[in-house]
């Protein structure tokens, strides 16, 4: 499937179609601590976008805003058309169900298997019988290149397998938009590449709008239409991979570099 | 100088008090924000039927051996104390009243429950607790499915449920383990003791009991879950929810007991 082409700003299928998701001015704070300080960002219908970001930025807090986990101070968030922030109880919850999201380490029900896990929302929100549940559970399990695990206990998994079991579970329900918080963290590099490997495939073959919150620049590079830096809360760099490589932003450069500040020397 | 100590040493207890008032709001609005989200999830679909049947055999079949030894062994000492202090006015006879009498309205329910605030509060606080600091909980909400009515509303139920027939069965036990004493031990005429057990027990008194029991079993499980709920700190913070959830169960079951008693009784 041939990706959008994009620009800093807005992406020309947000410009045509209107954004899935626009984040409008998001402020939020923690016992005084500002975490989030005027986000604005829209992400377009089909748009694979990955924030990046050093660790306190804000970034798992953005992204659990996205879905309505965390409440803002202020300022919107607008998933087709409708204000997230603003919607009752009931409309929020027809809202996530056009989510789906990968957690840091998956998060998954430990109480039960890995069918029962990737089954756990066909069966709360579907009416698909027994046998219709087990072929999209292994649809999905085939889509993470895990097939037959699907009895395996959640302990016996190794961390990558969990962030892929994670990956099936979040789009069993053929969601619009997938939310991936740190999908290759504490993964060694090899492991790291066959999970991006996962989400390219994902994003290339499944008609979703992607965001993806990461530290891991190798990573970003591989899976986004458009790289967006946040620093103290808010995004002070945005750009399709290529030309973000030579943003003269110093902190990108840095970050780019895996290089401390001046400051943080000091 | 040491006006100036006295000053900030009185600001430092101002300032400790406000905390500890503001912490202890904080509790209580949670504990009723729990509750009242509780009741109101009750009643929606879908009915999670399964976990209501697991969870029901978590808190009452599992917990049978426990709460059974209890009352047990509580019926026996309360029939080897009151028989010694009793035979001292010649009121032997009595036993069985009182054994019957202080198990239905009293102990049985009360110690049913402090053993079920250690053995559920516990681990609904460490169960629910360990989903929230592994993100569990907000994995539910991801997939449009309320927490609340999904963990929360199951445990509680369970445990308002199963209370009341667990304090039942303490009842039957404490007043046998009364009678195996008085009457195997302390030579007591079996028929006077077993005449005297249903002499002053009303059905009042039994109900009243078991009433006591399905509020018990609400607040402990309500106040379990909600201190697994609102977890935050991972694997130490788990703890701690363990650990205040059995304290506050336990202090919030003995204090509406007095209540429960004024209403009740």
Redesign the interface.
């Known amino acids: 499937m041939p990706r959008a082409a994009a620009t800093p700003n807005v992406t020309e299928n947000a410009a045509r179609t209107g954004p899935k998701i626009a984040v409008i001015d998001l402020w939020k704070s923690f016992g005084g601590r500002e975490v989030l300080r005027g986000i604005d960002i829209d992400v377009a219908v089909g748009e694979s976008l990955v924030i990046v970001g050093g660790s306190g930025a804000g970034k798992s807090v953005f992204v659990?805003h996205l879905?309505?986990?965390i409440h803002p101070d202020s300022g919107h968030i607008i998933v087709d058309g409708e204000d997230l922030t603003q919607a009752d109880p009931a409309v929020c919850?027809?809202l996530?169900?056009k989510?789906?999201?990968s957690?840091?380490?998956g998060?998954?029900?430990?109480s039960m298997d890995v069918f029962e896990n990737i089954a756990?929302?066909l069966r709360?929100?579907t009416r698909l019988g027994e046998e219709e549940i087990a072929a999209r559970v292994n649809e999905c399990l085939d889509l993470v290149h895990l097939p037959g695990v699907g009895r395996k206990a959640v302990n016996e998994l190794s961390g990558g397998m969990r962030r892929r079991v994670g990956f099936a579970?979040a789009i069993a329900?053929s969601p619009e938009i997938l939310?991936f918080d740190e999908p290759n963290t504490g993964l060694d590099p090899i492991t790291s590449a066959v999970i991006d490997g996962v989400i390219v495939e994902m994003r290339d073959n499944l008609p979703v709008t992607m965001v993806t919150i990461t530290h891991d620049m190798k990573s970003a590079f591989r899976i986004a239409d458009r790289i967006a830096m946040l620093r103290d809360g808010r995004i002070v760099a945005i750009a399709p991979p290529e030309q973000f490589r030579s943003l003269p932003d110093p902190y990108v450069q840095k970050f780019l570099a895996g290089e401390p500040l001046e400051e943080e020397v000091a | 100088m040491s006006a100036k100590k006295g000053v900030t040493a009185g600001h430092g207890l101002l300032e400790t008090l406000g905390r500890r008032s503001l912490a202890a709001f904080e509790e209580i609005g949670r504990f009723f924000f729990i509750l009242y989200s509780t009741v109101h999830w009750t009643f929606r679909r879908?009915f999670d039927w399964h976990q209501w049947v697991r969870q029901m055999v978590r808190v009452g079949v599992d917990s049978i051996p426990v709460v059974g030894l209890t009352a047990l062994f509580t019926g026996m000492v309360m029939a080897l104390q009151t028989y010694r202090g009793f035979e001292r006015f010649h009121a032997e006879a009595y036993v069985g009243s009182v054994v019957s009498l202080s198990l239905t309205r009293e102990l049985a329910p009360v110690l049913a429950a402090l053993m079920i605030a250690g053995r559920i509060g516990s681990s609904l606080a460490a169960e629910l607790g360990s989903m929230r600091v592994?993100?569990?909980i907000?994995?539910l909400?991801?997939?449009?499915?309320?927490p609340i009515q999904y963990l929360i509303v199951p445990r509680v139920a369970a445990a308002t449920l199963m209370m009341p027939p667990l304090v039942a069965l303490a009842d039957g036990l404490g007043v046998f383990g009364g009678y195996a004493i008085a009457v195997g031990l302390m030579d007591a005429n079996p028929v006077v003791y077993w005449e005297k057990t249903f002499q002053f027990l009303d059905l009042n008194d039994v109900f009243s009991g078991l009433i006591k029991a399905g509020v018990f079993g609400l607040i402990l499980s309500v106040t379990g879950c909600m201190k697994g709920f609102f977890t935050t700190g991972g694997a130490e913070g788990v703890g701690r929810s363990t650990t205040a959830a059995v304290v506050m169960a336990s202090l919030v079951v003995l204090v509406s007991d007095f209540f429960l008693t004024k209403i009740l009784f």
């Open positions: 659990k879905i309505g986990l919850l027809a996530r169900r989510f789906g999201m957690f840091q380490e998060a998954l029900f430990d756990f929302p709360r929100h579970r329900m939310l | 879908p592994t993100e569990q907000d994995a909400y991801a997939m449009a499915t309320e």
